[in-house]
C-alpha cells in the first residue's frame, strides 16, 4: 500500500516563528488531508488539498502531487498550536506518523 | 458544518464484558464511515470500513468477530468491541465522508480502558 512520511517528528518553537511541515507519499494520491489533533485528541480538519496551494488564515497549504509531496505552513505561531499535525491520504485512509509540534511561549 | 460525535467519550470496563460505541454524523448523511484506533503516541491505523447497508470491510489482522461494525443508518454506525480485554484499551475514532464528497470528518474519540 501507499506510504506516507512525515518530518520533522519532532518540532519545538518559539511563539511568534514560522514553520513548514512536510509530507511525502509513494504514489499518485486522489485525495489527501491535513489535521491537527489536539491535547484531547480530537483530529480537526486544517485542509482538504489533492493538489494547489489553500490558505486558511494563518496556516497555508501546498500539494505538488507530480512530485508526491504536501506542505504545511504555520507562521506566526502561537501556544495554541501545539499538538500533532498528521497528513493523510484519505482515499487510502493512511496516515503519516505525525509531527509533533511544540511551541512555547 | 461536518459534525462527528461519538458516545461514550470514556469508557471503563472489565475484562470479557462487551462495549458498543456509536458514531453519528449530525448535519450530513454519511455514506461511508471509518474506524480507527490510536495507541498513544502513534498515529492512527484503520481498523476498518462501513457502508450504510452493506457489511463492513475490515482491515488485515483486525478481527471481524471481535470487533463487531454496524452502518445501520446514513447517520449511524456503531462499533462493539467483544469480550474486552486489556489489550484492546485504546483510543477509537471514527470519521465519515458524506455523499458525494471525498473529504474526512473526524469524531471526538472514545477512550476505552479495559480493567
Known amino acids: 500500500g501507499i506510504q506516507v512520511e512525515q518530518s520533522p517528528p519532532d518540532l519545538i518553537l518559539q511563539e511568534g516563528a514560522n514553520s513548514t511541515l512536510r509530507c511525502n507519499f509513494s504514489?499518485?494520491?486522489?485525495?489527501l488531508q491535513w489535521f491537527h489533533q489536539n491535547p484531547w485528541g480530537q483530529l480537526i480538519n486544517l485542509f482538504y488539498?489533492?493538489?494547489g496551494t489553500k490558505q486558511n488564515g494563518r496556516l497555508s497549504a501546498t500539494t505538488v502531487a507530480t512530485e508526491r509531496y504536501s506542505l504545511l505552513y504555520i507562521s506566526s505561531s502561537q501556544t495554541t498550536d501545539s499538538g500533532v499535525y498528521f497528513c493523510a491520504v484519505t482515499g487510502d485512509m493512511r496516515f503519516g506518523a505525525g509531527t509533533r509540534l511544540t511551541v512555547k511561549p | 458544518g461536518a459534525v462527528v460525535s461519538q458516545h461514550p467519550s470514556w469508557v471503563i470496563c472489565k475484562s470479557g464484558t462487551s462495549v458498543k460505541i456509536e458514531c453519528r454524523s449530525l448535519d450530513f448523511q454519511a455514506t461511508t464511515m471509518f474506524w480507527y484506533r490510536q495507541f498513544p503516541k502513534q498515529s492512527l491505523m484503520l481498523m476498518a470500513t462501513s457502508n450504510e447497508g452493506s457489511k463492513a470491510t475490515y482491515e488485515q489482522g483486525v478481527e471481524k468477530d471481535k470487533f463487531l461494525i454496524n452502518h445501520a443508518s446514513l447517520t449511524l454506525s456503531t462499533l462493539t468491541v467483544t469480550s474486552a480485554h486489556p489489550e484492546d484499551s485504546s483510543f477509537y475514532i471514527c470519521?465519515?465522508?458524506?455523499?458525494?464528497?471525498?473529504?474526512?470528518?473526524f469524531g471526538p474519540g472514545t477512550r476505552l480502558t479495559v480493567l
Open positions: 470519521s465519515a465522508i458524506g455523499t458525494g464528497g471525498n473529504e474526512q470528518f
Open positions: 488539498i489533492p493538489s
Open positions: 504514489d499518485s494520491v486522489n485525495n
